[in-house]
């Protein structure tokens, strides 16, 4: 006989069916699973940026052949760090919708979470950021490269501005964690160090890929990273992504994709696509960057 509170516990988990399914599908998940993570609280907390002054922040801007007006800064930790001669110099690309602004500022904090990794005993590097507008950091139909813009403009504009890109780290978020991931592999083991790929949006099926950046299931397939990892071959790999993420499930096979003994560590715990999931993993990746810089 069901006791009352297995017939309760059925119940809910009944309306949580219908709650999910009201909610859409979201390509790779379960039935509605990120909104009935987020409604229910179960994202984890949001991280918190550091209670630190940043360090210096350097801007410029440039008119791209590959997309036209661009901005972009450099950020540096605070301190000693920020008048080393030679910093390390990680590449950081926004997600949809936001620019390099996005991540320089408060909501995000990535100045105040530099300086607090430094501080924490973390190795010092650079960051610099720049608006890719919303090309998912590919060649796009209507000659739009933001991927192009950061390795034959950018790149040699920090260098002559005497930051070391021979050899750079990679970071990004959902358009820009994707837009990591294709970077490194164009790139390859002999100029990236380390690649954090941060929810990276990311498609099982090219015919469900985010019309924002692939007009067609051709286009993706032309630029999809799902079937190149032997392109991040010597190249270490942390790829974080939230339980509650529309992209989990293809980010997750995306991981299982890479052979057994490649450097590639995949980090899935509760967390949703948004800010506070991000800064929350930040600490965690900037000390892998560093790290990779290193080595």
Request: hydrophobic share 45%; charged share 20%; with cysteine.
């Amino acid at each position: 006989m069901l006791s009352r509170r297995s017939v309760l516990a059925g119940g809910a988990a009944a309306a949580l069916a219908g709650l999910a399914g009201a909610a859409g599908v979201h390509q790779g998940v379960l039935p509605g699973r990120p909104w009935v993570q987020e409604r229910l609280g179960f994202n984890g907390e949001d991280g918190v940026v550091p209670d630190v002054a940043p360090g210096p922040v350097e801007r410029g801007s440039f008119v791209s052949r590959h997309r036209g007006p661009t901005e972009w800064a450099v950020v540096r930790p605070a301190g000693a760090a920020a008048t080393a001669a030679v910093l390390p110099l990680v590449v950081a690309l926004h997600g949809l919708g936001a620019d390099h602004a996005t991540l320089l500022g408060p909501a995000f904090g990535l100045p105040e979470f530099l300086t607090d990794h430094v501080a924490r005993g973390g190795a010092p590097f650079a960051v610099a950021a720049a608006d890719g507008g919303r090309s998912y950091w590919h060649p796009r139909p209507d000659g739009d490269d933001a991927g192009a813009m950061v390795t034959e403009e950018l790149l040699p504009l920090l260098a002559e501005r005497g930051l070391p890109t021979d050899r750079i780290g990679l970071l990004g978020w959902s358009m820009g964690g994707y837009g990591a991931l294709r970077l490194g592999g164009l790139l390859g083991a002999d100029r990236v160090a380390g690649i954090a790929a941060v929810s990276p949006a990311l498609w099982t099926d090219p015919d469900d890929a985010s019309p924002a950046g692939f007009a067609d299931a051709a286009e993706y397939s032309a630029y999809s990273v799902m079937d190149r990892h032997h392109e991040l071959a010597d190249i270490p790999v942390r790829l974080d992504c939230g339980t509650g993420d529309p992209f989990h499930r293809a980010a997750n096979e995306y991981a299982e994709g890479f052979p057994a003994d490649a450097g590639v560590r995949a980090v899935f715990e509760a967390g949703g696509h948004d800010t506070g999931y991000w800064r929350r993993m930040l600490p965690a990746q900037l000390t892998f960057l560093g790290r990779s810089l290193q080595t």
